[in-house]
């Protein structure tokens, strides 16, 4: 017996991989400076954690019963209110679905609005699940490239050549992963344009959107209406809670019903308990405290890993990022003295000094010879160390 052709079609993702050798190192004792993650380095609020489990206590029968697929109403609405709060942007509960996790709504996203064969448009290099679902759902993804040259942003006329015919869709995120960057106005606008235009959904990737250090985040609901715009956000980020798994998806009334239909076929309700977590984060003021207290730290850690980086390994290419969780390096002259790719690079340091990255050619091929390195995850001085070891290991393997 075998596995169906469409999960043997995927690969193992390379990241996988190194989190697992992180993780195996660890466990035997190895001191590891792991700069994989892509997840807060700062706990959830304690006070928010808290009020949640005196609610819990309180009348926990509420908090584990099942809900409608669409998501608690309290938590729609004060999505809603958020939204109007940070961006100035009216959307109503009825256009709003909460999903289990940021991932969960660009898988349901992707399979309600695109049809096996269609062509779908990266800005890459961008997060590797990406080009997994493309592949899963039988798209033919087309991109633009996205150079450290143009701080990460695709050239406009690039877009207008690729959106065809066949195109269904516009996928791309805001802040980035893996390169941290915020989309320019312009290219917002021409996306917005070419969408309307030429009649093709974006869906807009935000799990980022509140991690801003200089600058601002762009809402693309100013530029285009929400009948071919999907927006897709996640509660991973900006309240600390990767592993409840909890996102949010918003667009026009008649395609929220096609995402709860596919949401109760796939997966029923998004997880109850942290649906109220989220809702009491937003509802009593949590969030805001958080942010507060945790974008000083990830700014003076993106300095210092920055820093360190300019540093230790001055023949590397690098952008210092004004949003989001990753420095993006090109590392091209270190790789090639070493006669390594940037998967092989990424692998003999961690086996050989215990300090894992990920290599940048697992999020298209821009990303070849990068590598993602995360910047919150660790304190400065871990940060600093382990790029030190780095660049030492390189000296000694050249």
């Known amino acids: 017996m075998q596995a169906s052709s469409r999960v043997r079609s995927l690969e193992q993702n390379p990241q996988r991989i190194l989190i697992a050798k992180a993780d195996e190192l660890s466990r035997k004792g190895v001191k590891v400076y792991n700069y994989t993650a892509g997840q807060p380095g700062l706990p959830p609020d304690r006070g928010a954690l808290e009020y949640f489990i005196e609610k819990l206590r309180s009348d926990p029968f509420k908090h584990f019963k099942y809900i409608p697929t669409q998501g608690l109403p309290e938590l729609r609405q004060a999505i809603s209110n958020d939204l109007r709060k940070y961006g100035g942007v009216d959307v109503s509960p009825d256009e709003i679905m909460i999903a289990s996790g ?23 290099p961008c997060y590797s699940v990406y080009w997994d679902l493309a592949k899963f759902a039988g798209l033919k993804p087309v991109s633009c490239p996205q150079t450290l040259e143009k701080k990460f942003n695709p050239e406009p006329e690039c877009i207008r050549e690729k959106v065809s015919s066949k195109t269904k869709a516009i996928l791309f995120a ?81 395609t929220i019903k096609e995402l709860v239909k596919l949401k109760g076929a796939l997966g029923i309700v998004a997880p109850v308990p942290i649906q109220w977590l989220a809702y009491y984060y937003l509802d009593k003021g949590f969030k805001e405290k958080y942010l507060e207290n945790v974008l000083p730290v990830y700014r003076k850690r993106r300095d210092v890993a920055y820093d360190a980086l300019v540093k230790n390994l001055p023949e590397a290419r690098v952008e210092k990022p004004s949003a989001s969780m990753y420095l993006f390096p090109d590392m091209t002259a270190y790789l090639e003295k070493l006669g390594l790719d940037d998967f092989s690079f990424t692998m003999k340091l961690a086996e050989e000094a215990a300090v894992v990255t990920l290599p940048g050619s697992i999020f298209g091929p821009s990303g070849r010879n990068h590598l993602r390195i995360t910047f919150v995850t660790m304190n400065e001085d871990d940060l600093v160390r382990g790029i030190e070891l780095m660049a030492d290991w390189i000296d000694r393997a050249r």
């Open 102 to 124: 940021g991932a969960d709504g660009l898988v349901l996203s992707i399979y309600a609005t695109t049809d096996p064969g269609d062509e779908v448009l990266f800005l890459e």
């Open 174 to 254: 805001s802040p980035d992963n893996p390169t941290s960057r915020i989309i320019s106005e312009e290219v917002a606008k021409t996306i917005a344009d070419i969408a309307v235009d030429k009649n093709v959904w974006v869906i807009y990737d935000v799990a980022y959107k509140h991690l801003v250090y200089e600058g601002r985040h762009v809402w693309l609901e100013k530029y285009m209406t929400l009948d071919n715009l999907i927006v897709v956000g996640s509660f991973s980020k900006d309240i600390a809670i990767p592993g409840g798994r909890l996102g949010y998806v918003y667009t026009s009334k008649a």
